[in-house]
T-cell receptor, first 113, second 115 residues
C-alpha cells in the first residue's frame, strides 16, 4: 500500500530564505508526482507535475525534483516571500490506468516579513 | 478559462441530517473526482468518474454516501445520514480527456460541519 509522508508538518522561515520541502513515498512504482499549494479555506492549486521519467521540473522560483529509486521528492522555493505562506501537498499517482492521487498530509509554511 | 465550480462553499448540519454538494468541472474535462479532506490531513479519493461512468469508488462509504454524474458533466455528492466524522472539506477535481494521466484541477471545496 502506497503511503506518502511530508516532513516537517510545519515550517517558519524569514523572508528571503531559500527552503526545501520534503516528500517521501513507500512504493517507488509511481507514474507521476504532483505538488500542490493550498491556501486557508481554499482548494488546491497545482504547482508542478513530474512524470516518473523526469528528474525535475521548474516554474519560476519553484523547483521540484524526483528520485524514484529512493522514494523521494523535494520542492525547492527560492527567495521566499510572505505570499508563499500556505500548505504544500505532494501527491503520487500509481499508474497511467488510474487517476487516483495518494496525498501526503502537507507542510504548512509561514514566511515572516 | 473557468475553473472547477463547487457549491455550497459552507454547510452546517446536525448529525443524521442529509446534505448534497454540487460540482461543475472545467469544460471538456471528461474525468471528475470527489476527494474528502479532513482537517490536518491530505485529501482522500472518494469516487472517480470518467464521463458518466464510475471508475473507482472503493473508498466511498456506500452506506451513507452516494454520487452521480448523469450527463457526464456536473456531479452531485450526497451524504445521508451524516455522522460527526463526516466533517471535512469535500473537494471536486477534474482532468482533461479520458487519459488517466492528466493533471488534476481542483475547485475551492465545500466545507461541511456536522454538529
Amino acid at each position: 500500500k502506497q503511503e506518502v509522508t511530508q516532513i516537517p508538518a510545519a515550517l517558519s522561515v524569514p523572508e528571503g530564505e531559500n527552503l526545501v520541502l520534503n516528500c517521501s513515498f513507500t512504493d517507488s512504482a509511481i507514474y507521476n508526482l504532483q505538488w500542490f499549494r493550498q491556501d486557508p479555506g481554499k482548494g488546491l492549486t497545482s504547482l508542478l507535475l513530474i512524470q516518473s521519467s523526469q528528474r525535475e521540473q521548474t516554474s519560476g522560483r519553484l523547483n521540484a525534483s524526483l528520485d524514484k529509486s529512493s522514494g523521494r521528492s523535494t520542492l525547492y522555493i527560492a527567495a521566499s516571500q510572505p505570499g508563499d505562506s500556505a500548505t504544500y501537498l505532494c501527491a503520487v499517482r500509481r499508474s497511467s490506468n488510474t487517476g487516483k492521487l495518494i496525498f501526503g498530509q502537507g507542510t504548512t509554511l509561514q514566511v515572516k516579513p | 478559462e473557468a475553473g472547477v465550480a463547487q457549491s455550497p462553499r459552507y454547510k452546517i448540519i446536525e448529525k443524521r441530517q442529509s446534505v448534497a454538494f454540487w460540482c461543475n468541472p472545467i469544460s471538456g474535462h471528461a474525468t471528475l473526482y470527489w476527494y474528502q479532506q479532513i482537517l490536518g490531513q491530505g485529501p482522500k479519493l472518494l469516487i472517480q468518474f470518467q464521463n458518466n461512468g464510475v471508475v473507482d469508488d472503493s473508498q466511498l462509504p456506500k452506506d451513507r454516501f452516494s454520487a452521480e454524474r448523469l450527463k457526464g458533466v456536473d456531479s452531485t455528492l450526497k451524504i445521508q445520514p451524516a455522522k460527526l466524522e463526516d466533517s471535512a472539506v469535500y473537494l471536486c477535481a477534474s482532468s482533461f480527456g479520458t487519459s488517466m494521466s492528466g493533471e488534476l484541477f481542483f475547485g475551492e471545496g465545500s466545507r461541511l460541519t456536522v454538529l
